[in-house]
């Protein structure tokens, strides 16, 4: 059974930066495309970025492009989301999924596997 586990979260200032961190066991996630969503309180559930299984195509969300970004280490089964240049509308509670296929996706509903999610708070 896939589990996703996301660590990093916390509370920043704005123009800071945080290293989101998600962990994966069940499945190694070398043949899979992961993927970083979003949900604000009251909002639906946003794509972030999305990362190839070789890591060598990356998509990003127009809010978080030059901002963002995603990488993978494969060895260590885990996926990373660097976030720079915060700002108070990024916060919200950020999850990490899981694809059955190795190419990038935006559609949340394209992830069968997701973790609990890691609250990412910044400050103005």
């Known amino acids: 059974q896939v589990q996703l586990v996301e660590s990093g979260g916390g509370l920043v200032q704005a123009g800071g930066s945080l290293r989101l961190s998600c962990a994966a066991s069940?499945?190694?996630?070398?043949?899979?495309?992961m993927g970083w969503f979003r949900q604000a309180s009251g909002k639906e559930r946003e794509f972030v970025a999305a990362i190839s299984w070789h890591g060598r195509s990356t998509s990003y969300a127009d809010a978080v492009k030059g901002r963002f970004t995603i990488s993978r280490d494969n060895a260590k089964n885990t996926v990373y989301l660097q976030m720079n240049s915060l700002k108070p509308e990024d916060t919200a509670v950020y999850y990490c999924?899981?694809?059955?296929?190795?190419?990038?996706?935006?559609?949340?509903?394209?992830?069968?596997?997701w973790g609990q999610g890691t609250q990412v708070t910044v400050s103005s």
């Open positions: 069940g499945r190694t996630i070398n043949m899979y495309a």
């Open positions: 999924a899981q694809r059955d296929s190795w190419a990038t996706a935006g559609d949340k509903n394209l992830y069968p596997y």
